[in-house]
């Protein structure tokens, strides 16, 4: 069963070519402006964009995905890699401008360009990455697509099912961004103000992942019925991923704060440039 399990995987086409040919794209854009800016584009950053479109591909067309709807623990483990992997190393990887140049010219002026020029649509973008709203996002689709009757559906639907991890790495895109912030943005606000913006995302996190360990009854009842992988329990099973949840989705959360916290207390830091990707 443990050989048969890991050799297991199922890559989805559309998404996996959608993925690739994002990678090339911010590897020529990344090896264009590294001629005029190679200081604020080093290797490491290609490399955490590379490494986070990778966990994409193996949260979607690994067995974590092959055998989500057998195993709570592996759906959880995906989640995790869509929300708390991969956007913070794609937003790490400052990825607008790479993005950006590495597309064909005769696209990016007549196409993006008027778009890029429309004033609502720039504050609108900044808008999403504001704290509150982009606290509000990610809580949201992290709280309610574990809510049983959109979970259930989820795992009925395929369409449902995509629909679920694309609110996940997208509204965890815009949440790293005001806490990274990458090159070019800015970010206006006091950097105190991400504490509790990082910490209450915690409690947020904590809570769900209590819940799954300490109901005492199976909260998904697709679980249920499915056969049981590796002698776990339907109810263990809900326990164990409620324990990942709780303990590597507070660390994710819990690191950036303690360095936050300890940029912001540091007698040598420079106020103009402290966090600043």
């Known amino acids: 069963m443990s050989e048969s399990f890991f050799l297991t995987w199922s890559f989805p086409p559309w998404v996996c070519l959608a993925l690739e040919i994002t990678a090339l ?21 290609l490399a ?12 979607l067309a690994s067995p974590l995905d092959v055998f989500s ?6 759906h959880m483990a995906q989640h995790y890699l869509l929300m708390s992997v991969a956007p913070p190393l794609i937003v790490l990887a400052a990825p607008v401008v790479p993005l950006l140049r590495g597309l064909p010219r005769w696209f990016v002026r ?18 999403l990455v504001s704290l509150r709203v982009a606290w509000i996002l990610m ?45 070019p943005s800015r970010f ?21 992942s209590a819940f799954l360990c300490f109901s005492g009854r199976m909260l998904y009842p697709s679980y249920a019925d499915q056969p049981r992988m590796f002698g776990i329990s339907a109810l263990s099973d809900q326990v164990a991923a409620g324990s990942f949840m709780w303990v590597f989705g507070s660390i994710v959360f819990l690191i950036p ?21």
């Open 110 to 127: 007549p196409v993006l360009g008027p778009l890029i020029r429309m004033r609502w649509l720039r504050h609108f973008f900044k808008s």
């Open 48 to 59: 955490c964009f590379l490494v986070g479109i990778a966990s994409i591909v193996v949260a």
């Open 188 to 208: 206006s606000g006091s950097r105190w103000l991400l504490l509790p913006y990082l910490l209450s995302a915690d409690i947020v996190n904590t809570g769900l």
């Open 257 to 277: 704060a303690l360095a936050i916290t300890m940029r912001l207390l540091s007698p040598s830091r420079r106020p103009a440039a402290m966090f600043t990707m």
């Open 69 to 74: 709807d057998r195993l709570l623990f592996l």
């Open 25 to 45: 794209v911010y590897w020529r854009g990344w090896w264009l402006i590294r001629k005029t800016r190679p200081a604020i584009f080093p290797v490491w950053r």
């Open 139 to 183: 809580n949201a689709a992290y709280v309610g697509w574990h809510i049983p009757v959109a979970y259930e559906l989820a795992l009925r639907s395929w369409q449902w099912h995509i629909a679920e991890h694309a609110c996940f790495l997208f509204s965890s895109i815009l949440f790293w961004w005001p806490v990274i912030q990458p090159w």
